[in-house]
């Protein structure tokens, strides 16, 4: 009796003890630059229908928005959308999941991540669902673009930096390698 007793001690111990090896805690992750913060939303999972509604929100006022066009639901509609906000400080760009209520046209929206941006020198400008990337459009870059001298062109070239909102991971990612990325030229033609 006193074998079996003390095997069994031994196999806790050691069981015990692989445990606690294989356990490695989570390090939170935060990137900041002067430019944008990139840190996980305290606003993700809200949900709202008018942005009023988010507390922390109140004072910024809409400036744009757009639905990313590769996802759609079981339903054929977007899934997906970016809102820009802004006040005399900053920016805050939304990453949105559409939420379809039956018997409601307006959707309800789930905020998915934020993306911060500090103001912009007079002559850059955020793209949100205009740019492509080699020639392809793609809605779910996110760019500062400088103007250039000559805004008779269609698309700017001068990209300072840009991200993804990942409909896949569902996050606002940076985006490393700007070769090939180009955005509309809201006002070309006017």
Not at 18 to 28: C, D
Not at 173 to 183: N, Q, S, T, W, Y
Request: aromatic share 8%; net charge negative.
């Amino acid at each position: 009796m006193k074998r079996v007793f003390s095997l069994l001690i031994l196999l806790a111990l050691f069981s015990c003890k692989k445990t606690e090896e294989t356990e490695i805690p989570a390090e939170e992750i935060v990137v900041t630059d002067s430019l944008i913060t990139e840190k996980p939303s305290e606003l993700f999972g809200t949900i709202y229908r008018n942005i009023t509604e988010v507390a922390s929100l109140k004072e910024y006022e809409h400036q744009a928005g757009s639905i990313i066009e590769k996802v759609k639901d079981a339903n054929g509609d977007y899934k997906y959308g970016l809102s820009q906000y802004g006040n005399d400080k900053n920016y805050i760009l939304l990453f949105d999941e559409l939420i379809r209520e039956a018997n409601n046209p307006k959707p309800k929206y789930k905020i998915l991540d934020t993306l911060n941006i500090s103001k912009l020198s007079i002559e850059e400008n955020i793209a949100i669902c205009t740019c492509r990337h080699n020639k392809i459009p793609d809605s779910e870059i996110i760019a500062i673009v400088k103007s250039q001298a000559n805004d008779g062109i269609e698309f700017y070239t001068n990209i300072v930096k840009a991200w993804r909102a990942d409909t896949k991971t569902q996050k606002i990612v940076p985006i490393e390698d700007l070769k090939g990325i180009d955005c509309i030229n809201e006002g070309y033609g006017l």
